[in-house]
């Protein structure tokens, strides 16, 4: 027959498990925290020269729409410079390729 007791003695120890159980959560959570910062940190360090680079070639962002529009513009009243453009760069393109098998 269960005594009056074992229910109040089975309290506490719910209780520590449930304090046990939330300060290792709270642990883990903090290490998990510590581990974000260091690799948002390991992140930074390691785009820090894309970002560097990114920033110069925005200085010359209106520039080259310029360039481009002027490119654009250009391209539009003779549409056939265009073709005869990519024709060079193709022809080209099988010649550098040729003349590097014949060198090998």
Not at 40 to 47: E, G, Q, T, V
Not at 54 to 63: A, E, S
């Amino acid at each position: 027959m269960p005594t009056p007791n074992t229910s109040a003695e089975k309290t506490p120890n719910k209780q520590l498990s449930r304090r046990e159980r939330k300060q290792a959560l709270l642990q883990t959570l903090e290490q998990q925290r510590i581990d974000m910062m260091v690799d948002s940190l390991r992140l930074n360090r390691a785009a820090a020269p894309i970002d560097a680079t990114w920033q110069q070639l925005i200085r010359f962002k209106k520039p080259l729409y310029l360039l481009g529009g002027l490119i654009a513009w250009k391209l539009a009243r003779k549409p056939g410079r265009l073709m005869q453009l990519g024709k060079k760069a193709i022809s080209g393109y099988v010649v550098a390729k040729r003349v590097r098998q014949l060198t090998r």
